[in-house]
């Protein structure tokens, strides 16, 4: 009488037999990888969704030169208009959708934009911070002039000493307003303050090479600066 042959499968060229401790091991092994590719896939998923999202803080100068499909576009321009959460929240859920369908060199000039925009962004901190400097050295003390000429020798001087001087006339007559307040009240600042601090900060622009993004920047004065 002939023996049944064992249930099994061959690896590189070993017979296992179904059943047996070796193939259990070889499908623990199998469901581990699986296990694992599924967690990466997810993984990679939830990180083009967050992109997706990062690309509608992304300014239209970035945004318009990056190479994306038609679709995703759009799919994202519908997504800045929807205000209700979970409309949103679904419309977010497309753009992943979408975003998975990227070429990778899609992707990387994603990243590449994004990374762009914060590195500007620290700039245009610093540049902010520096053209506050600036103004209130101009308007403090005569000497700041002529250090402010030798870097920008191209700056309007007589336009500038205007400005420095019609400052410090309303710095003096907030100085008086300022002691008849009550505690707590504060007094705004003239035209000219908030003009000079526009000169300054478009000459460092200027000097940075970054006249073209001036319409697209955050560079906006903030409200401690119209004060």
């Known amino acids: 009488m002939s023996r049944k042959p064992k249930k099994g499968y061959f690896v590189r060229g070993q017979f296992v037999a179904e059943g047996s401790e070796l193939d259990l091991e070889l499908k623990r092994q199998l469901k581990g990888d699986t296990d694992v590719s599924r967690t990466d896939l997810k993984r990679e998923s939830d990180e083009l ?67 762009e925009q914060r590195t500007g962004s620290a700039k245009d901190n610093l540049r902010l911070h520096l053209a506050e400097q600036w103004r209130d050295q101009l308007i403090a003390e005569d000497a700041a002039l002529e250090r402010w000429l030798g870097e920008q020798p191209d700056t309007d001087i007589q336009s500038l000493r205007a400005l420095i001087r019609q400052a410090r006339k309303d710095a003096a007559a907030n100085a008086t307003a300022e002691r008849q307040l009550d505690k707590g009240e504060t007094v705004r600042h003239g035209r000219a303050y908030r003009e000079i601090f526009q000169v300054v900060q478009t000459a460092l622009r200027g000097a940075d090479g970054d006249e073209d993004e001036a319409d697209d920047s955050h560079d906006d004065v903030p409200d401690d600066q119209a004060r």
Do not use: Y
């Open 49 to 115: 969704q967050k992109l997706g999202a990062d690309l509608l803080t992304l300014r239209a100068s970035l945004f318009n030169k990056l190479p994306l499909p038609d679709k995703l576009v759009d799919a994202l321009a519908e997504a800045k208009r929807i205000t209700n959460f979970e409309g949103k929240r679904r419309q977010m859920q497309f753009v992943g959708k979408l975003m998975r369908k990227l070429e990778d060199d899609q992707v990387a000039a994603i990243r590449t934009a994004l990374e």
